[in-house]
Structure formats: structure tokens, C-alpha cells
């Protein structure tokens, strides 16, 4: 079965900083990869995802990932920060097979002003 | 709104009670599915139905019955839950389980079990 493991429990960052979210993931082939966000009192919304093709992939709220087979990772990057971002973001994995999402435990990333 | 729409959106009950959590996608979607999201934990997938028929039940206690009258809506019915039920829930729903465009997620139903 497929895992995610999210290294980073909590994240602070200035805003205006960059941000980077680690996500590695145990699967024996390749995977669909996600990135959820979830705000207070929120659901979880996609940020963005990936299947195929390019490594490199856009998502909204002017998020990037970057898949690399050889690390197992799917980390998630945003070169400035906005104090919105503030939020709990969680990495998923699934596979062709079965379709399921397996989630990480999720990284809080709080930014001060 | 997300297209997903959970109530109550939060829930105190006795271990004693009986209560039902309600979700409404409009989206279209085929496939619902509820997830439990406790404090510091991943979340757990309890069940899934694809087409109004439960396809997987990840081992959730029977305390826990989960009710798909049609492919719009999901209910959650509880019944002597006990304190560590406490969490929120998480309904989801997809189109035939394609991962494609991922799950939309409801906004959750805070459950305090006292």
C-alpha cells in the first residue's frame, strides 16, 4: 500500500519569504500526487496536482510542485509568501489501482508579519 | 462554496445519542466518500460509494452507518459513539472515482462526543 510522509509538522515563514513543504511518498510505481490546503474551519481545497508528463506543475494561489522519481518527493514551493497562505497543507498519494487518496499528517505553516 | 455542502457543521452529543451527519454534492458526482480527520492524525478514509453502492467500508466500527439514498446525497448515522469519536468529518465526492480533477471536500461537521 501507498504512504506519504510529511517530514515537517510546523512551518513559520515571513511573509514575502519563500516557502517550501516536503512530501515523500512510498510507492512502487508512479503515483498520482496531490496538494490540498485547508484553512480554518475549512474543508480541504486542491492546490494542484500531478499524473504525468512535465515534473514540474502549476497550481493556484500562484503554488508549484516539482515530482522527482529518484527522491520519492513531491515538494511544494511558493517564492513569496502572502499571510493568507497561513493554513494546514496536506500532501495525498493514490494509485491507478485502487483510486484511493492516502493523506500525509499534514505541515501548519503559520507566517508572521 | 465548494460544491460540497456538510451539516450540522458542528455536533455536541451524549455517548448515548443517536444523530446523523448530512452531505449534498451538486456537482454531478457519482462517488462520495467520508473521511475522519482527528487532531495530529492523517485522515482516515471510512467509506466509499461509487454509484449509490458502498464499495469499501475501512473497517469503521458499526457505531458509525453510513446511508447513500442517491448519487447527490451521504448521511453518517451515529449511535453510541464513544469520547475519541471526536473529529471532524469530512465528506468528498469525484466523478467515478477519477482521480482527475481530485475530490471536492464539504467544509466538515465538528464532532464533540461527551
Known amino acids: 500500500a501507498q504512504s506519504v510522509t510529511q517530514p515537517d509538522i510546523h512551518i513559520t515563514v515571513s511573509e514575502g519569504a519563500s516557502l517550501e513543504l516536503r512530501c515523500n511518498y512510498s510507492?512502487?510505481?508512479?503515483?498520482?500526487l496531490f496538494w490540498y490546503v485547508q484553512s480554518p474551519g475549512q474543508g480541504l481545497q486542491l492546490l494542484l496536482k500531478?499524473?504525468?508528463?512535465?515534473?514540474l506543475v502549476q497550481g493556484i494561489k500562484g503554488f508549484e510542485a516539482e515530482f522527482k522519481r529518484s527522491q520519492s518527493s513531491f515538494n511544494l514551493r511558493k517564492p513569496s509568501v502572502h499571510w493568507s497562505d497561513a493554513a494546514e497543507y496536506f500532501c495525498?498519494?493514490?494509485?491507478?489501482?485502487?483510486?484511493?487518496?492516502?493523506f500525509g499528517a499534514g505541515t501548519t505553516v503559520t507566517v508572521r508579519a | 462554496e465548494t460544491g460540497v455542502t456538510q451539516t450540522p457543521r458542528h455536533l455536541v452529543m451524549g455517548m448515548t445519542n443517536k444523530k446523523s451527519l448530512k452531505c449534498e454534492q451538486h456537482?454531478?458526482?457519482?462517488?462520495m466518500y467520508w473521511y475522519k480527520q482527528s487532531a495530529k492524525k492523517p485522515l482516515e478514509l471510512m467509506f466509499v460509494?461509487?454509484?449509490?453502492?458502498?464499495?469499501e467500508n475501512n473497517s469503521v466500527p458499526s457505531r458509525f452507518s453510513p446511508e447513500c439514498p442517491n448519487s447527490s446525497h451521504l448521511f453518517l448515522h451515529l449511535h453510541t459513539l464513544q469520547p475519541e469519536d471526536s473529529a471532524l468529518y469530512l465528506c468528498?465526492?469525484?466523478?467515478?472515482?477519477?482521480?482527475?480533477?481530485?475530490?471536492?471536500f464539504g467544509s466538515g461537521t465538528r464532532l464533540t462526543v461527551v
Open positions: 510507492y512502487g510505481a508512479t503515483p498520482y
Open positions: 456537482l454531478g458526482h457519482n462517488a
Open positions: 468528498a465526492s469525484s466523478q467515478d472515482r477519477n482521480l482527475r480533477d481530485g475530490y471536492t
Open positions: 460509494y461509487s454509484l449509490e453502492e458502498r464499495v
Open positions: 495525498a498519494v493514490a494509485t491507478a489501482i485502487d483510486y484511493k487518496l492516502s
Open positions: 500531478y499524473f504525468s508528463g512535465d515534473t
